[in-house]
């Protein structure tokens, strides 16, 4: 049994789904589903003994200790967190109470489980954190590794950073079995659309304006969320405990190169039905305050000790992602109506 946190997000879902379609191990899922969390992600384990939903706060400490007691868990996998950047900016206090208040608690419930088992070496908790937290890079300096210092500059990657320090303190203070993975911007299947690439993929096919903040010259490092579930795995299967390991996809695109090859491939796979280019869609609005020019991982570590390699290329996840969106129209849909609230209302009355 393994107990994953935010497991109706983004990456935790696909890492649930990833799990459970190779493992009979099973796995509880706390989430506190809020607008980032969907249930729909998790629809085809509906009914599926293996998944066990809870619906729940990292930060409630009494919930905690009534699942590590009740399900003995042999490793947790932290995905819970609030993770947009723009939305730290405009209230950060959400932040600081589920990624940092809610890690600590966390990490106090784990440790204190932990504390009285009798394999004690057996148990793992694996963090999942961002680059986000070594702050900005120049055109011209190395990329990111194991050993850059932090320098976060967003109230989300201040808290990200906070978690981190935490969880290594867990480490060196108590002995408690950590390991943390550093990952670059994720992109694919079920990525709620208000970042990036689901946003212009939406926005394209609705005929709306594609934003691109400022000039659009900020550098991401960007892998594909599978890639990134498949490194969590290896992480957790034989990392070395108290390190850290930086995912990335060795793939550094400009935003604009990012969002006008989107835009081709939509040309490609769905052309507008007035013979236009989705690139005249583009708008370039305000850059966003404090934004990073530049992120770049430097992932030798994570391959050169655990012989990880992401599967895609850039080109190869995004043509994946494209298509995912237009074969999925009724998820999106569920996600911007809000429709699937309701959905999720009538499952936890
Ligand atoms: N998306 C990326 O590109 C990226 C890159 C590197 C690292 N990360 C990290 O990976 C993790 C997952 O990111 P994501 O993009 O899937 O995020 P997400 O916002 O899509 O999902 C977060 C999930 O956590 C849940 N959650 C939020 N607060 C909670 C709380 N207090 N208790 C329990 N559940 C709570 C939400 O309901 C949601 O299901 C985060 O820790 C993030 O910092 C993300």
């Known amino acids: 049994m393994i107990l994953v946190t935010g497991g109706a997000g983004f990456i935790g879902s696909n890492f649930v789904l990833d799990w459970l379609a190779d493992h009979d191990e099973p796995v509880v899922n706390l989430d506190a589903l809020t607008y980032a969390g969907n249930l729909n992600n998790l629809r085809p384990l509906e009914g599926d003994p293996r998944h066990i939903f809870v619906h729940g706060n990292i930060g409630d400490a009494a919930l905690l200790s009534d699942l590590f007691t009740r399900h003995k868990p042999r490793a947790v996998v932290n995905f819970a967190a609030e993770s947009h950047v723009d939305r730290s900016i405009h209230g950060p206090e959400d932040f600081i109470q589920t990624n940092i208040l809610g890690t600590f608690r966390l990490l106090e419930a784990a440790r204190a489980y932990w504390g009285g088992l009798e394999n004690k070496s057996d148990f793992r908790f694996l963090h999942v954190s961002t680059d986000e937290v070594f702050g900005t890079l120049g055109a011209d300096d190395p990329a990111f590794n194991e050993e850059t210092s932090y320098r976060p500059n967003s109230p989300y990657s201040a808290s990200k950073a906070a978690s981190d320090h935490l969880v290594r303190a867990y480490f060196h203070t108590y002995g408690l079995p950590v390991v943390t993975t550093n990952c670059s911007n994720n992109y694919g299947p079920l990525h709620f659309p208000e970042k990036l690439i689901p946003l212009v993929i939406h926005n394209a096919l609705k005929g709306r304006p594609l934003p691109i903040y400022g000039d659009g010259m900020q550098i991401r490092d960007w892998l594909y969320v599978k890639d990134h579930c498949s490194a969590i795995r290896r992480v957790l299967e034989a990392g070395r405990l108290g390190e850290t390991y930086n995912i990335g996809g060795w793939n550094e695109r400009a935003n604009l190169h990012v969002v006008t090859t989107l835009c081709e491939v939509l040309d490609e796979l769905q052309p507008r039905s007035d013979g236009k280019k989705y690139g005249e869609q583009i ?43 237009l074969d999925n129209a009724d998820w999106v849909e569920n996600v911007t109506s809000g429709s699937y609230r309701n959905w999720v209302e009538k499952q936890y009355a």
């Open 283 to 325: 708008a370039f609005v305000a850059d966003r305050p404090g934004h990073d020019r530049r992120y770049a991982i430097d992932a030798r570590k994570i391959e050169a000790e655990l012989g990880w390699r992401p599967a895609e290329t850039f080109e190869s996840g995004i043509r994946k992602t494209v298509r995912w969106y």
